[in-house]
């Protein structure tokens, strides 16, 4: 049995590692886009961002609305472009994180199948 739960430490530990790992690199990502747009609050956008990510489907939607609403209120005359910008930043770090970032992740993670007679 004590075999058994090291495999199932083994397992879970690389899941929560390289899910902390997405986490860390899609918060970096929006820090940095949401900075480079010139989004007030980035940093802690960026966070929300990042540890919201780890929602399925809901999580990415959680960082380009409260982005979105924090371009909208502090835009001043630049609004719809910046939420725009808002939307393609965003955009692009989906398309990373899913093409790039999750496939990377997955592929370290230990998934090995173990068969308990």
Known sequence: TLNVIHKVNHQIGG???GTILATSIVAILSIIGLSFIG???AFPIGLLAGLSNMI???GPLIGI????LVALITGGDAVI???GKVVMVFAIIQ???NVIVQPAVV???PAHV???P
């Open 56 to 58: 399925p489907f809901l």
């Open 114 to 116: 173990y068969y308990f």
């Open 15 to 17: 899941y929560i590692r």
């Open 81 to 83: 472009p910046l939420v």
């Open 107 to 109: 592929a370290s993670t």
């Open 39 to 41: 989004l007030k609050y």
């Open 95 to 97: 398309v990373f994180d």
């Open 65 to 68: 609305i409260s982005a979105s």
